[in-house]
Structure formats: C-alpha cells, structure tokens
T-cell receptor
Framework: KQEVTQIPAALSVPEGENLVLNCSFT??????LQWFRQDPGKGLTSLLL?????REQTSGRLNASLDKSSGRSTLYIAASQPGDSATYLCAVLNQAGTALIFGKGTTLSVSS | KAGVTQTPRYLIKTRGQQVTLSCSPISGHRSVSWYQQTPGQGLQFLFE???????NKGNFPGRFSGRQFSNSRSEMNVSTLELGDSALYLC??????????????FGPGTRLTVT
C-alpha cells in the first residue's frame, strides 16, 4: 500500500530564506507526483507536476525534484515571502493514474 | 477558462440525513475525482470517474456513492450521515485519457458539518 510522508510537519522561517520541503513515498510505481499549496479553509492549488520519467520541474521561485528509485521528492522555495505561508502537500498518482495519495503536508510560516 | 466549481460551498446536516454534493469540472476535462479532507486523516481518495464510469474507489463505506453525467459533471452522495462525515469534500478534474489522469485541478470544496 502506497504511503506518502512529509517532513517536517511545520516550518517557520524569516522572509528571504531559501527552504526545502521533503516528501517520501514507499512504492516507486507511480504515474506522476504533484505538489500543491493549500491556504486555510480553501481548496488546493497545483504548483508543480513531475511525470514519472522526469527528474525536476521549475516554476518561478519553485523547483521540485523527483528520485523515483529512492522514493523521494523535494520542493525548493527560493527567497521565501510572507505570501508563501500555507500548507504544502505532496501527492503521488497511482500507477493506474486514477487516485492521488497525499502526504499530511508541511505547514510553512514565513515572517516579515 | 473557468475552474472547477463545487456546490454548495457550505452545508449543515443532521445525523441520519443524506446529502448530495455537486462538481462541475473544467471544460473539456473528462476525469473527476472526489477526496475527503479531515484534520485527523488528511486527504483521502473517495472515487474517480471517467466518461461516466467509476474507475477506482477508495476505502470508504457503501454510504458514499457517486456518479458522473454525460457532460462530465459529477455528484457524490452520502447517506445516513454520521458525525465523522464532517469534512471538507474536494473535487478534482483532469484532462485524462483512458490510460490515466494528468494534472489534477481542484475546486474550492464543500464544507459539510454533521450535527
């Protein structure tokens, strides 16, 4: 059974710091991996999608990497801003491509 | 292009009642998935539909059911509500092919409170 773990559960940093969020999964047979952001009481916003054949994706200040063999993904946020404060969720799409399995998330707080 | 829409946004029901939630996917998206989010369990997969067919179902009791219409809109129904069904219910759509789903786009969710 696929399990997704995110470390740390919470993180507080001062504005301007670069940071890394970690995600690990137990079964390397995945269709793709997606990083989301969720603001309190809101839905999920897709940040980056990495196909199983890819190693990384970049969007603005965000960079996500995928190492299927070790079952790990990282989300790198450069020059963090208070507006980056949110919960970041990692999810893997099962090999059939029909269900996302989520980690519990990392709650990020960026102080000005 | 309009995003995924869910109605209603908020709902308060009493134990034992039933509820129907609605989801309209992004235009052109044929795959719709449903997820339940609670503080204790996090986000859990309920079911996925493609072209009116349920392709996958999560580990939830039979009280949870869904369907998809020919225009790709989807509904989920929960019968005999229990207090533990209080949650944020999220719908996602994707430009899926028959071999599986692509990038998932989520709606704002329906907040269900069972009293």
């Amino acid at each position: 059974k696929q399990e997704v773990t995110q470390i740390p559960a919470a993180l507080s940093v001062p504005e301007g710091e670069n940071l890394v969020l970690n995600c690990s999964f137990t079964d390397s047979a995945i269709y793709n991996l997606q990083w989301f952001r969720q603001d309190p009481g809101k839905g999920l916003t897709s940040l980056l999608l990495i196909q199983s054949s890819q190693r990384e994706q970049t969007s603005g200040r965000l960079n996500a990497s995928l190492d299927k063999s070790s079952g790990r993904s990282t989300l790198y946020i450069a020059a963090s801003q208070p507006g980056d404060s949110a919960t970041y969720l990692c999810a893997v799409l099962n090999q059939a491509g029909t269900a996302l399995i989520f980690g519990k998330g990392t709650t990020l707080s960026v102080s000005s | 292009k309009a995003g995924v829409t869910q109605t209603p946004r908020y709902l308060i029901k009493t134990r034992g009642q039933q509820v129907t939630l609605s989801c309209s996917p992004i235009s052109g998206h044929r795959s719709v998935s449903w997820y339940q989010q609670t503080p204790g369990q996090g986000l859990q997969f309920l079911f996925e539909y493609f072209s009116e067919t349920q392709r996958n179902k999560g580990n939830f009791p039979g009280r949870f059911s869904g369907r998809q219409f020919s225009n790709s809109r989807s509904e989920m129904n929960v019968s005999t509500l229990e207090l533990g069904d209080s949650a944020l219910y999220l719908c996602a759509s994707s430009l899926a092919g028959r071999q599986g789903a692509g990038e998932q786009y989520f709606g704002p969710g329906t907040r269900l409170t069972v009293t």
